[in-house]
Every structure is written in structure tokens, then in C-alpha cells.
């Protein structure tokens, strides 16, 4: 039976449960509509205890995006196991499942929110965009790239967060084609850079050399070649 008695949380567990408030809020609405009164409500505090922990809600948002940040990079891991197409499309439905959760953040994030500018929230942008970078280097077995292998994989990225934001405004194209979509492109800008450079051209041959006939990259070379017949 319970007595009725709140306990008393610590000092960082607090802090943890207000980041966890923050970012539930901050999923469904863009962060610049949430006020300080809303999180202290939700997390069942006063005004002047949430700044007690936090000096105001950009101190906050910054800590709630820092954990997002740790979220997302976490989820660009994937097993280097099987064709690197399957690997690509695993980490593509992993990305748009955060997209799908942390929506008007994440638009509020890429778009302008109340912390972009901030040198810290910018570190912390910049720490995922390095995270799948790396991720992506690692599956290509590249510990060092090439400009060009370079330029292909952060154009790549940066498609991918473009993709992600027009999605969230009206979802008027199934998430599941732009998932399959955002793959064919990893593919389409490493064959074009390939026609353009012989060490590009030789990772290519290694992208597709284990690739099933069913697996996305066999797709892609399938749909392409139907538009020509």
C-alpha cells in the first residue's frame, strides 16, 4: 500500500528526469513553444526548483540535445556483418525511427531552434555528423579517406538530414521508400565519383562485390536498368 510519501530524488537524478521531461516536450512540440512552467508541471516541481538544476531553458535544451546527440550517433552503429547494402538500410531505418520520435525537436534542431548558434549545440551537431561519418568509413574499411570518398560520405550525410526534414513536413512520401531511397543514393554518388576517379572506382567494385540479388544496391542497377527498355 502506498503511504503517500514522495521521495526525494538526488541531485543528478533530478537533473536526469528534467532532461527526460525536456525531451518528451520537446519530441512533440518544437522547443521555442515549451516553457520552463510546462517542464516543471510535467515533472511535478516548481518554476524555481527546474532553475535550481538548470539556469534556463537553453541550459536545459542544450542537456536534453546532448543526450539526443548520444542517441542518434548510438544509432548509426551497426555490425560490420553481411552486404553493405542491408548494413546501410538497417542504419537508414534506425536513423528515421529517431526522426519518428524526436520529430519537431529535430526539425526545430536543423531548422533554428532557441540553442542553435550556441557554440555547445553546435559541437553537439557536429559530434553525431562525425559519429556516422566514422561509422561509414569504418564499414568501407577506410581508416583514412580520400577527398573524394570524403566529399561523397558528408554529402551523403547532410542528404540525409534534408531528407528527414522535408519527411516530417506533411510525411508525403512513405518513409520506407526514402529509407531504400537514401541507400540507392549512397550507392549513386559513389558510382558517380567513380567515374571520375580509378581508387573510387575500386572501393566501388568492393561495395557491390558481396551484394546478393536481392539486396538494395542489385535493386538500384535493376530500376535503372528498366528505365532504358
Do not use: C
Not at 25 to 40: G, K, N
Not at 81 to 94: F, H
Not at 120 to 148: F, M
Amino acid at each position: 500500500m502506498s503511504t503517500g510519501v514522495r521521495r526525494r530524488m538526488g541531485v543528478e537524478e533530478r537533473r536526469q528526469q528534467l532532461i527526460g521531461v525536456a525531451l518528451d516536450l520537446f519530441s512533440r512540440r518544437s522547443p521555442d513553444e515549451v516553457s520552463i512552467d510546462e517542464i516543471a508541471t510535467a515533472a511535478g516541481i516548481s518554476r524555481p526548483l527546474v532553475y535550481h538544476y538548470f539556469p534556463g531553458k537553453l541550459s536545459l535544451y542544450e542537456a536534453a540535445l546532448k543526450r539526443a546527440s548520444e542517441d542518434l550517433a548510438g544509432r548509426f552503429a551497426e555490425p560490420h556483418e553481411g552486404p553493405l547494402g542491408a548494413r546501410l538500410l538497417r542504419v537508414m531505418r534506425r536513423f528515421f525511427d529517431f526522426v519518428e520520435e524526436h520529430g519537431p525537436g529535430f526539425s526545430a534542431l536543423m531548422r533554428g531552434g532557441p540553442a542553435v548558434g550556441s557554440s555547445a549545440t553546435n559541437a553537439l551537431i557536429d559530434s553525431v555528423r562525425q559519429a556516422a561519418y566514422e561509422q561509414i568509413l569504418s564499414h568501407l574499411g577506410v581508416a583514412d579517406a580520400p577527398p573524394r570518398l570524403e566529399l561523397v560520405v558528408r554529402s551523403w550525410i547532410s542528404l540525409a538530414e534534408s531528407t528527414a526534414l522535408i519527411w516530417l513536413d506533411g510525411r508525403r512520401i512513405p518513409r520506407g521508400e526514402l529509407e531504400i531511397q537514401l541507400v540507392h543514393d549512397f550507392a549513386a554518388l559513389a558510382a558517380v565519383s567513380a567515374a571520375y576517379d580509378e581508387d573510387m572506382a575500386t572501393l566501388l567494385k568492393t561495395m557491390v562485390e558481396d551484394e546478393p540479388a536481392d539486396g538494395p544496391f542489385a535493386e538500384l542497377v535493376g530500376r535503372l536498368i528498366a528505365l532504358g527498355s
